[in-house]
DNA sequence: AATATTTGACCGAG
DNA sequence: CTCGGTCAAATATT
């Protein structure tokens, strides 16, 4: 077989309206996960396969953060493009050929955390790599505040309204590892507010497991203070909800087997590019 | 050896 | 026609 001719692509994904989705690819609209909850799972029905979706009419919502993996999810990368309209590739990421979401990772800017925009386009129909990572998530609190910032660390299982623990999936090695890893930044229930007054603002917060924040615009230009982004955080962590033992288990190898790079002073815990993304957490 | 990532190409949408 | 999203083979990594 000299060159396996690519064959004709059944676009296996035409799922109909996943729920209703308002902000359909608006870079401008800030996070609007479906149904109150990023991951409120809405089963795809059979769709009226009436030709494929339209790009515009998929469910989307964008996101912006510094962690465009830690949102409990396992995801697979399976296409980088370079976009004409910004200095950043984007990165196309999918959980699994089952499942019909998908997102793309596009940096937003150079900055020393760089800022990712994330778009989430379908939702999650797969139960399965549910992990309970927390979430961080950039966004100007309100339009009034102008150069304000917030840092969310959430827990996206907690913030799935479903908490599906699918321990039951066969995770390989390496999978666990992944998902140790992203638990690297775990921080549930907090809340980062930078002002440009380089005015830090810190409160524990037990945000609502809806997830919902006030509309943001996003244009991260006098975004500042990011080496606080991610604070080492101490080794003693078993106040979470069922994923403390994947807590304690990390911290223990993160802490007490720690290596020569279990340094979490750093901040660089994003990659240089979107590449990369799953190990350098 | 198995798995994940990279890379180029295909194809649809605009 | 151009741009962007996705696929799948090839390659790299573990």
Avoid at 100 to 126: G, R
Avoid at 141 to 159: E, I, K, Q, T, V
Wanted: proline residues 10%; glycine residues 8%; charged residues 20%.
């Amino acid at each position: 077989m000299a060159s396996t001719p690519r064959l004709k692509r059944e676009q296996s994904f035409d799922f109909e309206e996943a729920s209703a989705q308002e902000a359909v690819g608006s870079a401008s609209a800030s996070y609007s996960p479906p149904g109150g909850g990023v991951f409120g799972i809405s089963p795809p029905e059979s769709s009226p396969r009436d030709g494929r979706k339209r790009r515009k009419d998929r469910p989307s919502w964008v996101k912006h953060t510094f962690t465009p993996h830690f949102d409990g999810h396992l995801w697979r990368k399976y296409g980088q493009k370079n976009i004409k309209d910004s200095a950043f590739p984007r990165c196309s990421y999918r959980e699994d050929r089952q499942c019909p979401a998908s997102k793309l990772v596009q940096q937003e800017n150079d900055d020393d955390p760089p800022l990712y925009m994330v778009t989430y386009t379908y939702e999650h129909t797969c139960n399965t790599t549910l992990v309970p990572t927390p979430d961080v998530v950039a966004e100007q609190p309100s339009p009034a505040a102008g150069d304000a910032y917030l840092l969310r660390f959430g827990s996206a299982a907690a913030a799935g309204g479903g908490g599906i623990h699918a321990d039951a999936q066969q995770q390989t090695e390496r999978e666990r590892q992944q998902q140790y890893q992203q638990h690297s930044a775990r921080r549930p229930f907090m809340m980062l507010s930078f002002d440009s007054g380089s005015h830090l603002h810190e409160q524990p917060h037990a945000f609502p497991p809806d997830g919902q924040l006030p509309a943001a615009a996003a244009s991260p230009s006098s975004f500042t203070a990011a080496e606080a982004l991610l604070p080492p955080a101490p080794p003693l962590t078993t106040t979470m909800n069922d994923g403390g033992d994947l807590f304690s288990t990390w911290d223990a190898l993160r802490y007490g087997l720690d290596d020569d790079h279990g340094h979490l002073g750093n901040h660089v815990y994003l990659p240089d590019d979107c590449n990369g993304d799953d190990d350098n957490y």
